[in-house]
């Protein structure tokens, strides 16, 4: 989504406040749960309750009356449809159909197995595995399924125009900044990645209008990042956020805001499965951008491909 600033970056300005989806049966599986998920953080604490018991539990709210889903949270029905309304549901007949939907849609594309849930204690190996990969590929998926077209087009316009493109991150964002840095290098695009607080700030320092400042962060809410982006900003810069949370602090610096969303579980916080949301919204960039420097961007990959042939062991040698 696009923030409005005053500023205009390219394309029709969007509101702040993400809109309300629709509801259709054409919605992809647990598409409301990750959209609660994301929206979990800027919720009031009562709300909150009841969203993480939707978060938590679907099915079981989908089966529960508003009463009954007002004690469970230790609330009252009218903060229920407090809820409902603030994720973009008339209330909470519409909210209970559309999760036992989504529900049944999950069950049935994982063959009715539960595998969705977090590791305990008494799983097995085996067990581990499969849940792993099932937060992975969801992570993924989901992204895929919530990722604002408009504001990806938006995005890529930006770069392709852009003199410089400036990413910064920290901790397990900071691989995603640097693989961003790598492939647009790698078509011959002037940017840079950075991980250093100091650095980010005095980098955002001497960026011009027109350039672009990337600042990815799964909470929405590391420091050193949105400084950095508010510098950029300040300097008429082009900000985009990548983040798990759209209402969060990242996204009051950003223009373009494009979101992930990532589940987290007792073992992989904030971590794997985010790093893996994150490298597909930033494949999903960089695609568009070579896709629009495509004759450019052929003759850079074949260049860098010739660079580094020489480097590969040949497979006759390693049969000596």
Known sequence: MRKPNGRESGGTGEPTTPPAASHSTKEAPLSTVVRVRS??????PAERRVAQRVIDDPEGVANSTITELAQTCGTS?????RFCRAIGFTGYPELRLTLATEAGRAQSASGGRIIGSDISPDDSLEQIVEKVTFADARAVE???AQLD???LEQVVDA??????????????SAFVALDFQQKLHRIGRHCSAWSDAHIMLTSAAVLNAGDVAFGISHTGSTVETIDALSVARGRGVITVAITNFPRSPIAEVSDLVLT?????TTFRSGATASRLAQLTVIDCVFVGVAQRTYGTTRKALEATFEAVRSRTVRTDRRRR
């Not at 392709?160 to 910064?168: F, G, I, P, S, T």
């Open 260 to 264: 992930t969303a990532a589940r987290e």
């Open 77 to 81: 029905e009218t903060t229920v449809i």
């Open 142 to 144: 989901e992204t895929a």
């Open 149 to 151: 077209i408009k504001t």
């Open 39 to 44: 929206l979990l953080p800027s919720l009031p």
């Open 159 to 172: 770069v392709v125009a852009a003199a410089r493109v400036d990413v910064y991150g920290v901790g397990a």
